[in-house]
């Protein structure tokens, strides 16, 4: 094994700079993020009516 060396390391040097920016996020990207997830939530919930329905007549 090799001795650390002194001094900072500059791989967590990067790291921290990317964590210490914000990301650029608009308006219009934080509304498609949105209405991304509202749109699997409506599809689960087409989903999840289709086979209570299925399994309601099934009987």
Do not use: S
């Amino acid at each position: 094994m090799t001795k650390a060396k002194p001094g900072v390391d500059k791989n967590l040097q990067n790291v921290v700079q990317e964590l210490e920016t914000t990301p650029d996020l608009t308006a219009h990207t934080n509304q498609q993020t949105n209405q991304k997830h509202m749109d699997q939530r409506h599809a689960d919930m087409l989903h999840f009516r289709k086979k209570y329905y299925e399994d309601e007549n099934q009987e």
